[in-house]
């Protein structure tokens, strides 16, 4: 399909006989939001590659090597292995690091058993410096979280960590982190966004709430799962 990312047609080649590309997704432990992200936006993390090709049998070095072989004329020799001087960019670059910050439950939005849960995001305390995403090496404003709350369930478990991208474009069905005027977030899929306010969704309970743009400072969009 047009709309599909580059490498997830080429990983296509590589998928188990008798699974669907999600059930490949699931047995290799991907989420649904990373399987999702790199259908449509291609860049997925050198790790999400490694145990979508584990479940398959295969390698990231025979993934690379057909790649490259892809790319050059009949008459090269097949690339053996990733330490090959013409192995995958994304083999050797190194990138910086993506600082997990600070993220704490701060009650309810709006009202005690309102069942919207609110979080205190910190990003001035970095809690730990992990692996960054290929597909977040030109956003130095990217950073991660924790997920705290259960209202996300079960698209995110509490204790699942999260890349969140400032700089990333946001569309409806997206799963964002939206920033309040006070100094709290709330997080949930985007339904509606219209004359500066937001319509959200969270999953547990399931809820569905706006929120006037005269309280929204930021929306920032949650790109996938840290796996």
């Known amino acids: 399909m047009a709309d599909e990312a580059q490498i997830y047609r080429e990983l296509m080649r590589f998928k ?11 047995r290799a432990g991907v989420s649904r939001t990373v399987w999702a992200d790199m259908r ?14 584990t479940a398959a049998g295969s390698s990231l070095a025979e993934f690379e090597a057909l790649r490259l072989e892809g790319d ?13 001087t013409r192995a995958s960019a994304w083999a050797s670059v190194q990138l910086p690091s993506l600082p997990l910050v600070g993220a704490h439950l701060a009650g309810e939005w709006q009202r005690p058993g309102s069942g919207i849960a609110l979080v205190d995001v910190r990003p001035g305390e970095i809690i730990e410096r992990l692996p960054r995403p290929v597909s977040l090496g030109g956003d130095p404003q990217a950073y991660s979280i ?3 709350a259960k209202s996300m369930w079960p698209r995110f478990r509490p204790g699942r960590r999260v890349a969140v991208s400032p700089r990333a474009s946001v569309a409806i069905g997206d799963d964002v982190l939206l920033s309040l005027e ?3 977030a709330v997080i949930g899929e985007l339904v509606e966004r219209a004359n500066h306010s937001a319509e959200l969704r969270q999953f547990n309970p399931d809820r569905t709430f706006s929120i006037d743009g005269a309280h929204i400072r930021s929306i920032h969009k949650i790109v996938g799962d840290l796996i």
Not at 16 to 25: E, H, M, R, S, V
Not at 40 to 53: A, D, I, Y
Not at 72 to 78: F, T, V
Request: cysteine-free; aromatic content about 4%.
């Open 72 to 84: 050059q004329p009949a008459s090269r020799s097949p690339v053996k292995g990733v330490k090959d």
């Open 182 to 184: 006070s100094g709290f």
């Open 16 to 26: 188990p006989d008798g699974l669907t590309p999600n059930g490949w997704a699931i």
């Open 40 to 53: 449509r936006h291609g860049n997925p993390s050198r790790r999400t590659l490694e145990k979508l090709l």
């Open 146 to 148: 924790t997920i705290v």
